[in-house]
């Protein structure tokens, strides 16, 4: 596992009650007057007790925020991208990247193509103007990979265990009486870092709600003004009070029951992939990550990617665009979320040997260069 960051402990003074709060209401917080009263009543302690707890977790770093969690490509549009940043002007083409307020995400990444960050924007206009901006600026090709199908998109997982991997003790979660667990499975729901699905599932496989989802580019949320009102005021987090919705309310002056309905309808349409505790997942020890590129025989994409979706070490598994033209022949994209870098790299030989005997690349992060939520404010302006 890997060292705590800091030399400390983050499990030091964790009891039963602050590991269910981590694994079972990563999503899943009711949207309702008093949520931390419901909340409390299944953990058995008290509102004014689940607030105090996510407070600690929270100012301990284990977790980042409690709130919403965004679905950009539903409201608009959004791209992986990626640069090949000469080492000399590698600092001065971060810097103009990050100066986007549309780039949430940007990562160092160990290979030719060594920026890759994620665009975000309220059109699919913006977006690539965004991007043309920056290859513009920078002097540099951008390489565009918008995700094209989604298979298997999760960021929500158990982190109080010993887990190699992610997903390994998902199947122990509760199935029923725990509103964390229900959500969970009922939306998928995931990463923040990447591009999400807006339309028409085709394909399934067993297990683990492995799916082929098409990707529209250029879909639009078709907000309400208050929705638009509620999605800038949530934007970094929820106030951690007892009527945090209500809160929120006041600061927009609308109603509070016309707030609680405008964010059960952005959950419902999947604007909002979900609400709860957002956990750190790097200080919990899931920090031996690597993206892995496949070059899958298109025939064969749809299959391929559902069932290794449906694997419990891959938290990340899409469809992107080849681009041959820029040397570029990848069409299938898995991410593992490990503790161990050896376990992750035998996963990945197992990955490549039973399910993918297929040409790839295995891109790990070196350094983090911005991580930030989408802003909805690029979002809803279109």
Known sequence: MSAPEGGEDWRADLDAVDARLLDEYQSGIPVEERPFRAVGETLGASEQEVLARIERLRDRGIVRRFGAVLNPPVIGSSTL????????RFAEIAEIVNGYRQVNHNY?????WNVWFVVTAGSRATRDRVLDEIEARTGCAVLR??????????????????????????AALPTSGTPGAERARANGAGAEDADRPTEGTEASADGAGASATRIAEDAVGGLSALEVDVLLAIQDGLPLTA????DVASGIDAPGREVLAAIEHLLDDECIKRIGCVVNHVRT?????CMVVWDVPDAELD???????????????????????????????????????????AEIDALAAEHLPFPH?????TA???????????????
């Open 81 to 88: 991208a990626a640069l090949n940043a000469p080492e000399d």
């Open 108 to 112: 160092r990444r160990d290979h030719d």
């Open 145 to 170: 990979l918008p995700m094209l199908t989604d298979y298997y998109i999760d960021l929500e997982f158990p982190v109080v265990n010993a887990d190699r991997f992610a997903r390994e003790s998902t």
């Open 243 to 246: 009527t945090p919705y209500r």
């Open 285 to 289: 020890g899931f920090d031996a990550n």
């Open 303 to 345: 299959a391929r990617g559902t069932a290794v979706g449906a694997l419990p070490s891959v938290t990340l598994c899409y469809h992107r665009p080849r681009r041959p033209e820029q040397d570029w022949p990848y069409n299938l994209f898995t991410m593992i979320h490990g503790r161990d870098p050896d376990a992750v790299a």
């Open 361 to 365: 690349e295995r891109l790990h992060s």
């Open 368 to 382: 983090t260069l911005k991580q930030t939520g989408a802003r909805y404010e690029e979002l809803v302006s279109g």
